[in-house]
Structures are given as C-alpha cells and as structure tokens.
C-alpha cells in the first residue's frame, strides 16, 4: 500500500493505521456530468446529420465543427483528468504518532501537512444525508487547542470509526509525551496575565 519510509521526516516506531482517500462514490457527480457533456459533440453530429445536411457538405462548416468538437472533447478530458488525479492524490495518512494531510490543487500543486498525535485536542466525525448514512462516509475534522489548525477529511469511509480510532491514538501518544503535552495545553499563570 504506502511504505512509511517514503513520508517525509520520519518517526521512529511509527505504524501507519489508516490510509484514506474520499470514498468512490463522491466522484460520481462529476462523471455523470463529464459524461453529459461529452455525448453533446456526438448529439450535435446527430442533428446536423438528420436536420442540417447541408452543412455536412459545407468546406468551411463542417471542418470548423470537427475542430470545435475535438477542441470541446480534449477540455472535457482536461477537466476530468484534473478532478480524478485531485481525487487520487489527495490522501490522509493516520499513523500511531502523527496524522498527514496530502492536499493536491490543480495540476502541479500539493501541499503536506503533518500534526503529531499528542497535539490532537477534538475529533469530530460527521455524516450528513441519505447517501452518506448508506454508504458510510462523512467527514472527519481534526483540532488542535495552540495553533489553531484544523485538518479535515472529506467523503472518507467509516468516519466515526476512524474518529475514535484518532482519539484513541492521541490518548496514548498524550501519555508518552505527558511532559510536552502538559507544557503546550497549559493554562498560562495568573502572574503573567497581570
């Protein structure tokens, strides 16, 4: 599946527990709509054959409608291209001591973020809408109490199984690093407020 020696820094005794993409299901929208979009070219060909026949004859009209097709058929393709490789490279990595979010945006953009477990203040698991309950998937969003920083999992399978999955690993990295944990959610001396 993924090896853990190819993310970036590292932990010692690290073991990966969830490796999550957004469920199958959420690219239907968009391929029911690509596919729409793309039977227009052919539907257009249907009617000018049956209705426009003099346009098939036509040297200026036709050849500009093939290239007008194939221009409109190689951006449906772009697009989705473009929505599946977002789909396939957009990943969130839980492993026993740190949670990855692997976020692509458009074609040559990605950005890595990383939250160590300790750190994990909230969980939230949320499923909204028939399909989602059927199906078992929601969101996940996870908050941190110092540097406000939220990761959110979008559309991912069983999303309250992996909540309490993270709140569990966060409760056990919490005890081995106690003495960091209690330095970072302290509450500041009432001396300093003054």
Avoid: C
């Avoid at 160590?116 to 939230?124: A, D, L, S």
């Amino acid at each position: 599946m993924i090896d853990l020696h190819h993310l970036p820094n590292p932990i010692p005794d690290e073991q990966l527990v969830y490796f999550l993409r957004r469920h199958p299901i959420s690219l239907l929208g968009i391929s029911v709509g690509a596919l729409l979009i793309l039977l227009s070219p052919f539907v257009g060909y249907w009617y000018i054959s049956n209705f426009q026949t003099a346009l098939l004859h036509d040297p200026i009209a036709f050849p500009l409608f093939l290239l007008g097709s194939s221009a409109f058929l190689l951006f449906t393709w772009l697009f989705l291209f473009q929505n599946f490789l977002d789909y396939y490279l957009d990943m969130w990595i839980v492993t026993n001591r740190r949670v990855l979010n692997i976020e692509q945006t458009g074609l040559f953009s990605r950005t890595v973020s990383a939250l160590r477990m300790y750190r994990i203040q909230n969980v939230t698991a949320t499923v909204t809408g028939v399909l989602h309950t059927i199906l078992d998937f929601g969101n996940v969003e996870i908050e941190t109490a110092g540097e406000k920083l939220r990761f959110v999992f979008e559309d991912v399978p069983h999303p309250n199984r992996v909540a309490k999955t993270i709140l569990e690993l966060a409760e056990e990295d919490r005890k081995e690093h106690l003495d960091t944990a209690v330095e970072e959610f302290a509450m500041p001396d009432k001396k300093k407020i003054n």
